[in-house]
């Protein structure tokens, strides 16, 4: 279906990702606080997503919401008083949760407090200490080799206590009260493609949705990860039941090949759909199968839930080295990415928009095309109006058929709509 | 079960078929009319085809039994009265269904009439009208560019008009009323391997089956393709529940490789009987996956029936150039390439007729074989009484068995007939 | 699990069997007599074998307990009454069953009832006539070539008279009633991997399990090869239900690589343990489907029974030369051989034992591992702390766990141990 929509469309969509991820990268996001408050007011100005605020202490699952951190400002100052790191200079310099702390204190005590990456003297890791009091600083190795001898002032300007994790939510309702989840996660303060990229494609497809007719009811979650997601569940177990598809978005614009990961299901309608959207878009990408470490898929494919849940990204974490780094940054998303992120996501709901089951009214031999002037070639569409009618006995989806036959989707639902134009073809009632 | 068989009879019966096709080719059949009858009173007089007769304006499903068409002559000649193309020489040379004409035109309003090979500018190609209402002319392409400007006169003179559609049909009632299916089309004129192949082969078989023992009831078809299948299915709805088993013949006797096209339900029976016998023939073969497009078993395989039809050929249609041109002709079909189809047909029949399920009457532990003569050698033929005893749990049928073990369908028949003659294996009888 | 043992307890292993195999080398064992008794007698001075006496005559499905054979001594005298063999030297000079005989004859008479080795000049040759009433010589070819024409006094001292079939039953109980079936032959004679690496094997793992916590009821047999299975069977049909994995041991000396012959199941527990251990232990092997032909698992495994009974060997008996010879002697089998087999043996019986299903009791996203200090190393065994967690619903026993998650079974033993100490997993009751 990609290839219909005019290639201009997708530079647009990429552009306007690509700015809206720059716009969101200065703030400092955490699972709690008042740097997630203003990522999701800034996205109100484009969907309108619901504020949820869940009180600190409160019970979800196994898990306890946490206390909620701001932070104000933090710095690591050399015995003339120099500021050697600068949280103003970059969210990620602070250990994330860290709680408040000033004091002097010699560099070999400073040391342990103190976290770069060896491989990649430039840049600064990003780290969090959410469930162990403690605090600390990131900064590249470079700077580290420069610290010298002596004392060292250290001044953390955060505070922890009783507040609220926040969340955003918006649920699109559509002529079935089946629902598509989309999720992603919002936890990370300036970090590009993990998790900008997903926040980014999320908006614009709520954005396109709101205005299209709907089969499904579409779910989206801009949640911090992990404890997000279980106080997500914690609080709609009686949603959960209504769920037939869904994604977790993230790692969506860096360069890499597309990398769908399998819900634990592994051949959910989901699982085949994107596999069939991937095999005939022509871009390179790997299938994963399910495994338990990851994103938030981790909580919605847990043996309780097993929902249909698969990840989209491009590159999976860990599998390139700006990973959780500074480098994860405006440098390293592309707008070109982004677009053809957004399509092929596009593509795949339209998949599952479409992805009925018909019934061949004539399935008695062949209805004869020729008298409704439906045969002219056999060579183009003719092939795919025989394979939809020979197909369609009720136990098969379009999709199903697209694969049978090697025919891409969209050719499949070509055929349908000329089909079911000519009373040949009827779409199966639901089940009650 | 062929390498059993002496090589003179294979030789033998490719003669016969090749003969056959010889007294059948001049005759110009196309889906109803004279030809056709022609063609089913020459089998006649080798096995006892019943003719049936079906009026034009018939409705069969979604079709309508056409008008019966019939020709005596047709020419086209130049301004000089010369004949530059004529029906006598060639059955071809018209469109199959034209209607009668008879005309002065120029060239220019002649070209629009007339069909030709660009690729292959000796042959005159096939055409047909079946639903259209017009006329042509097929010539070869050097034919065509040596027409000059000038008036010609067409003149066709052939009828449209209330008949019948005819076919031929041949039951061998079996033990069973269970029935084997075996059908070919007779709609093509002078075309040797598309069509009159398998109407050699269909006839020789049918002969063999008349003077043998038979399990299954054979129900052999003559009929024009499509509408002839479509036909036959409409006016025998309760003889399709009866069918377990069959095949479409056709193109057999071209020099490439065997290819069985399975039946829509992808492991039937008749699907594992062909591929275990061309995996133990030696003969170079593929084996097609079901599809919509093809001969008759597009009807037999509708949706609605799904009959275990699969279809057996040599090189497919459409994949030899010679396919519905005037080179298919006699030079094209070969007696050795009969000889060696028909061999080939026998022995899926013989073990369609063969592979029932058998009870290991011995079951707990191995029947002491040694005392019965019969373990004499265990590199020979009791490696296959050990796999039909150990595998006769009344759960497989001798072909699983072979399929299973990789013997050869003769070895586990040969080790069977031993059991039973020893006892130590009954048939199974069949569900009520 | 065979890389937590010490190395060498292993070698300890193999030296042990080695030295149980050279004590059993020199007895003359046949499927009954009183080589099977002293064989089972010297059993029992290291485990508390039941010896079981089936008189002949007795029916055992299509089988007949044979008469009781026993041998003083046997020799060829050449006419200057020069022992040419002598069955003092090498048991396996007499063809087993061999009815008494004490006649002149000459060479070319004689030569009828001599077997030797043609590929194999300085070999004898092991053979039987358990079934049919005759006498015969094995001598190597080298021996054969030089004797001379002229009358030869032939002498064996035997006799076949009503007795008994001999065998041995040990049965280890454990908390549960199903059984683990551990079968071994006892009928060959002087032969070091077919029969007595096999008994050796069985007899040091029967020593093992005495003083081991048990899950599963333990029954070893040493029973003489097909005619012994037999006779269990039909006299055990009440126990039979009870077994629910089992092993044929044999051939476990030689230096080749680990053989395992699945069950007719084909994927029964007794498979994927094997498999699975085998994929993990580093060793070279060879996983074969399951065939008619072989040892004792073609009794377990005829299909009235089908038991759940693969078998384990090194080089499949017939693919080495030195099988059914005088060459598989003491210098064939290894100690080292012998101490891997049985470390290997002693993993499968591990899996076997611990592979049980388990429930996650917080299956609602995951536990919060942080907190109860189990998520220090996602590297190390935190993953297979999710595994085991993501995959414990009921429907999966740790062996799935493993094979899904491609974890070797002791890391997901680990982490079921971990996470049942913490009140995150429960093992299942089993069905009632």
């Given amino acids: 279906m990609t290839e219909n929509r005019p290639h201009s469309d997708r530079q647009e969509k990429g552009r306007d990702a690509y700015r809206m991820i720059a716009d969101l990268y200065p ?30 202490g409160t019970q979800v699952f196994d898990w306890v919401v946490p206390r909620e951190w701001n932070i104000r400002d933090a710095y690591v100052k050399d015995s003339w008083g120099q500021k050697v790191i600068d949280f103003q200079k970059c969210n990620l310099h602070v ?7 000033h004091r002097k204190m010699p560099l070999v005590e400073l040391k342990n407090h103190l976290h ?7 840049w600064v890791p990003y780290k969090t200490t959410y469930y162990k009091e403690t605090w600390g600083f990131c900064l590249s190795q470079t700077v580290l080799g420069q610290l010298t001898d002596g004392d060292y002032e250290v001044f953390i300007d955060s505070e922890l206590q009783a507040g609220h994790l926040t969340y955003g939510e918006l649920v699109l309702p559509g002529r079935s009260s089946e629902e598509v989840l ?12 993990d998790n900008l990229s ?19 009811t579409y779910r989206f979650l801009f949640i911090p990860g992990t404890i997000g997601a279980i106080t997500w569940l914690a609080r709609n177990r009686g949603t959960v039941g209504r769920i037939r598809h869904g994604l977790v978005l993230t790692g969506l614009g860096d360069p890499g090949p597309i990398t769908y990961k399998k819900s634990r299901i592994g051949n959910a309608p989901i699982d085949s759909s994107v596999a069939h959207m991937l095999s005939h878009s022509g871009l390179p990408h790997r299938i994963l199968e399910f495994s338990p470490y990851g994103y938030d898929e981790r909580q919605y494919c847990s043996p309780g839930f097993n ?30 990415a982004l677009g053809e992120s957004f399509e092929l996501l596009r ?20 209805p004869q095309l020729g008298k409704r002037g439906l045969y002219e070639s056999i060579e183009g569409d003719a092939m795919a109006l025989l394979w939809v009618l020979n197909l369609s006995d009720g136990s ?5 058929i697209a694969e049978r036959s090697g025919l891409s989707f969209s050719s499949v639902l070509g055929a349908k709509d000329v089909l079911v134009k000519n009373k040949l073809l009827q779409e199966m009632e639901p089940l009650p």
Avoid: W
């Fill in 116 to 122: 770069s990456m060896v491989d990649h003297p430039d």
């Fill in 307 to 336: 929902l249909p849940v698969g990840r989209l990204s491009r590159t999976p974490f860990g599998e390139y080295p700006e990973y959780h780094s500074s480098a994860d940054n405006l440098d390293f998303v592309q707008p070109t």
């Fill in 27 to 56: 703030l400092c996001r955490s699972i709690t606080g008042n740097g997630v408050r203003q990522t999701l007011r800034l996205l109100q100005a484009r969907i309108p997503l619901e504020i949820h605020e869940v009180p600190s």
């Fill in 396 to 400: 098969r989806s379009l999709l199903d």
């Fill in 347 to 366: 593509g795949i709901i339209k998949t599952l928009e479409m992805n009925r089951t018909y019934l061949n009214l004539s399935p008695y031999c062949e």
């Fill in 182 to 193: 989309l999720s992603c996660h919002i936890c990370h303060p300036s970090l590009c493609n």
């Fill in 95 to 101: 250990v994330s949760y860290s709680v408040p702390v």
């Fill in 198 to 216: 997903g926040v980014a494609i999320a908006t614009l497809l709520a954005e396109r949705l709101m205005t299209a007719p709907r089969h499904y």
